[in-house]
């Protein structure tokens, strides 16, 4: 899934299953348990001296209390988890391997942690830099480098990426969940003395899984969509990256690639450059933006179903991207497919028009012998008027 959606977003984004898992996103967040990660992303904001740019009018005084309501209580959560977790841990009551000192258990919890971190910000920042020209990403020598090697070629190095990235947050959550996953033996008492039913969500891994959305997940997440520059900005980026390629290079996962074609090939999914042409295309202008009205200058709206509010042009120096004759056909395959789908719709709204014809010419007849039948009677008229 994830090699598909880091080069055909708008096509795996086009679906109704998409739209419900946004919707359902949405329900959580608004849950407020993870607001804790806004003060994260507010904290790096001030740092860096920068404002969070947003699209959302200011939240009114009922808003705002009820903002930061969720974020302390939030926040009150995910202290009393790691309270647990780490109280558990010190107590050797985890799941973590006998022999590691709870001091060294502590630095690989936040270290792991912080590894997982960096990749899901990562992850984020690739995506946001994509839609940038290569003079915008090329503003900072490591963020430059790590995009020359990410978007070299066809770009397949970003969803391989995503491969690699998979597999190492896969062996970091070997450690992590070791640490956070609490085990009592008979005998123990309770973590602060609470009830057994209190102790046995502890032992569900539900504390240890809230802890490690929210800081090794969300928040970098929240930072990166913010500062996508200044989070590729890095060596750690960098390392990190090449890492995960060599990961993905090993092959462990190269099913994922054959999973991914099928799918590509079920769904009809296409490149975004086949409907909005590369970043520097729209940047100079060279891609028409076209809205659901059909004017010029609307936003664009890709709507389910994959009608699209018009025909979608291939950039006219599209040749550049493609390096093997694999791909070449490719393309063309996805062209001609396009364009017989055009073609079926031509024919549907012919169709309609001859129909729509044949319904005025009938109603025009229709109307004919009334008009015929006062043209009669009018010179009738005259001569009795003339009499």
Known sequence: AQVNASRC???????????????????????????????????????????????????????????????LLSSAILAFSFAVTLTALFNGQTTMWDGVPEVVAVVLFFVFMAIVGMLEGMQIAFFAVARMTEEERSRSSWAKRTCDKLFEGDARNLPGFMVGRQMCVTMCFFIVARVTTIEMEDGDENIFGVSDGAQKLFETGLLGALITTIVASITWQLVASAFPMAFLSTPVTYVLMRFCLFLEWTGLCQGSWVVARVQRRFAGYKRDEVYIGTAEERAAGKVKKIGASGEEGDDYQVRPGHLYPSVPTVP?????????????????????????????????IEKEKEVLMAKQEAAASAEKPADAGADEESPKDEIVQDA
């Open 316 to 348: 006219v120096d599209f040749g550049h991207r493609m390096h093997t004759m694999e791909e070449i056909v490719e393309l063309e395959q996805e062209l001609k497919d396009h364009m017989a789908d055009v073609q079926k719709r031509l024919d549907e």
């Open 9 to 71: 977003m708008l096509d795996y984004c086009n679906n109704n299953f998409a739209y419900f898992t946004f919707q359902v996103s949405r329900a959580i967040e608004f849950s407020g348990l993870l607001h804790c990660c806004y003060l994260a992303q507010m904290f790096f904001a001030w740092a860096a001296g920068q404002p969070i740019e947003t699209t959302e009018a200011p939240r009114t005084l009922v808003q705002n209390i009820f903002f930061w309501f969720r974020v």
